[in-house]
T-cell receptor, first 117, second 113 residues
Framework: KQEVTQIPAALSVPEGENLVLNCSFTDSAIYNLQWFRQDPGKGLTSLLLIQSSQREQTSGRLNASLDKSSGRSTLYIAASQPGDSATYLCAVRTIRHGSSNTGKLIFGQGTTLQVKP | ETGVTQTPRHLVMGMTNKKSLKCEQHLGHNAMYWYKQSAKKPLELMFVYSLEERVENNSVPSRFSPECPNSSHLFLHLHTLQPEDSALYLC????????????FGPGTRLTVL
């Protein structure tokens, strides 16, 4: 059974710092991995998606890496800003098998980030 | 409105009540999902619908009853819930089932007394 773990559960940093959020998963047979952002009282926003054949993806100040063999992913945030304060969720999509299993997203519990001005 | 909307945003109900959560997507997607987000637990997939047909039910108790009358609307009917069912219920949609991108609504915060 696939399990996703995110460490740390919470993180508080001063503005301007570079930081790394960690995600690990128990079954390396994944289709892809996604990082989401969730603001209080709001839904999830997809930040980055890494296919199983890829090693990393970048979007602006965000960089996500994937090491499928070791079951790890990191989300690197450069020059953090107060507006980055949110909960960051990691999710892996399981492999599809035939036409009946479309692959599901398995989520970690998230890392709640606070960036202080 | 655009995107995925959910109503109500907050709901408090007793264990004997019957209520319904509503989700609407304005994206022209064919797949819709219900997720449950409990405190200190990962987001859990509950139901998946593709073109109004339920394609996945992840061992959800029968006190939760989904309904998808068309590809734009998804309901979650609630009856005789338990306090442990208190959670944030998120709706999502995607172009097709299994598509990489799922678009999430803001959620309904449910409290069962």
């Amino acid at each position: 059974k696939q399990e996703v773990t995110q460490i740390p559960a919470a993180l508080s940093v001063p503005e301007g710092e570079n930081l790394v959020l960690n995600c690990s998963f128990t079954d390396s047979a994944i289709y892809n991995l996604q990082w989401f952002r969730q603001d209080p009282g709001k839904g999830l926003t997809s930040l980055l998606l890494i296919q199983s054949s890829q090693r990393e993806q970048t979007s602006g100040r965000l960089n996500a890496s994937l090491d499928k063999s070791s079951g790890r992913s990191t989300l690197y945030i450069a020059a953090s800003q107060p507006g980055d304060s949110a909960t960051y969720l990691c999710a892996v999509r399981t492999i599809r098998h035939g036409s009946s299993n479309t692959g599901k997203l398995i989520f970690g519990q998230g890392t709640t980030l606070q960036v202080k001005p | 409105e655009t995107g995925v909307t959910q109503t109500p945003r907050h709901l408090v109900m007793g264990m004997t009540n019957k209520k319904s959560l509503k989700c609407e997507q304005h994206l022209g997607h064919n797949a819709m999902y219900w997720y449950k987000q409990s405190a200190k637990k990962p987001l859990e997939l509950m139901f998946v619908y593709s073109l109004e047909e339920r394609v996945e039910n992840n061992s959800v108790p029968s006190r939760f009853s989904p309904e998808c009358p068309n590809s734009s609307h998804l309901f979650l009917h609630l009856h005789t819930l338990q306090p442990e069912d208190s959670a944030l219920y998120l709706c999502a949609s995607s172009p097709l089932v299994g598509s990489n991108e799922q678009f999430f609504g803001p959620g309904t915060r449910l409290t069962v007394l």
